[in-house]
C-alpha cells in the first residue's frame, strides 16, 4: 500500500510537487506536477492512494477528545497494545486509550462544489450557516461572483485551508 503523503512519479525516480489532495471515501486522489529533468517540462500526473488511517491518526501534535467527555489529549505515541498515548490538557497526566475511544479534534468545515465541476472543496464555516443543497456566491477578492453549491457539511475535512467568504442566495423554483 502507498502512503500518500510519499510521492514519486510512476517511475519511482522523479518527485512530485503536490498541488491538491482530495478525499474519494477511504483513499486519497493526489495531483502533482513533475518536472522531468530529461525532457525539462512539467506535467500533471494524478494518482489514487489508499488511506492509511493508521498513519493519519498518528501525528505528533494532534489534539484529541475521549468520546462523550469535554476531556481533550495530545497524542504522543502509540504502545505496543495498539493504545494511544495521551498527554492530558491541563496536566502533565498521560493516558491510555483504545483509539476507538477518541476522535480527532477538527474545526466545522463544508464541501462546495461550483459550476459543472463535480469536484468538492473544503473550506471553513461557521456551524449552522450553511445546509446541503445551498446555494452560494463567492465574495473573496480573486474568485467574486463565482456561484457554488453545498453538498456536505461538517466534513471535518483537513482539506481545508480558509474560511468561506460568500454569500447564501435564496432562490424561487419557477
Wanted: aromatic residues 8%; glycine residues 8%; contains cysteine.
Amino acid at each position: 500500500m502507498k502512503d500518500w503523503k510519499t510521492h514519486l512519479s510512476p517511475s519511482g525516480t522523479e518527485p512530485l510537487k503536490v498541488v491538491d489532495a482530495m478525499w474519494l471515501g477511504d483513499k486519497v486522489k493526489v495531483t502533482g506536477e513533475q518536472l522531468d529533468s530529461k525532457l525539462r517540462y512539467t506535467r500533471t500526473l494524478k494518482s489514487v492512494y489508499e488511506y492509511n488511517e493508521e498513519s493519519e491518526m498518528t501525528k505528533t501534535n494532534t489534539l484529541y477528545q475521549i468520546k462523550g467527555t469535554e476531556t481533550y489529549g495530545t497524542y504522543l505515541a502509540t504502545n505496543s497494545e495498539g493504545k494511544f498515548v495521551l498527554e492530558m490538557k491541563g496536566s502533565t497526566e498521560l493516558k491510555t486509550v483504545n483509539k476507538n475511544e477518541v476522535e480527532e479534534v477538527l474545526p466545522h468545515t463544508v464541501e462546495i462544489s461550483f459550476g459543472s465541476d463535480s469536484r468538492g472543496y473544503a473550506f471553513f464555516c461557521d456551524k449552522g450557516k450553511l445546509e446541503v443543497g445551498d446555494i452560494i456566491m463567492r465574495m473573496d477578492s480573486s474568485y467574486k461572483g463565482t456561484i457554488g453549491f453545498v453538498t456536505a457539511i461538517d466534513t471535518k475535512s483537513k482539506a481545508a485551508t480558509k474560511e468561506l467568504v460568500a454569500v447564501k442566495l435564496t432562490s424561487e423554483k419557477i
